[in-house]
């Protein structure tokens, strides 16, 4: 094989190293530690209410929500469990992005490409999981408010 076909395969093999690490972190992250910030987590589920532990922008518990909705509504207790455990996911996403992009702004940067694609780039990586955990967490307060 060229050196340049090595030189090639090394790269990808990097970027692939790279990748299995920031999973690995956020995995850690998301799972592991349960860190969920301004996140929710189920206490408790009952058939008719489910106990919440809601959490702050440092992931420290913050207070505990009763959330009893009307009998016409029952079906916002598995919808907002549902939801409460679809946010792990959400944020493994969006660490795996958090972790990834310091990767690729400094691959880049060194492979000497302009400063707007980099920017683009990490702006791309960033959309999908902050708009899908957004999403998410607002769809859970707009359940506990009983606005959904």
Sequence with gaps: MSEETLSKIRGFL???LFLIIAFVLSYIMAYQISYSPLGYEIIEKKEEAVLVQ???LLGLKEEQINF?????KEWHIDMLVDR???LKQDYLLFFASIFAIPL???KEFNRGK???????A???VMIFPVITLMSSLNDIESILAGTY
Excluded at 68 to 72: G, L, M, N, R
Excluded at 114 to 120: R, S
């Design 14 to 16: 990097l970027n692939v």
């Design 122 to 124: 990490v702006l791309m």
């Design 68 to 72: 009893h909705p009307s009998a016409d």
């Design 54 to 56: 809601s959490h702050n």
């Design 104 to 106: 690729l702004i400094i």
């Design 114 to 120: 302009h400063k707007t694609i980099v920017l683009f």
């Design 84 to 86: 409460v455990s679809q």
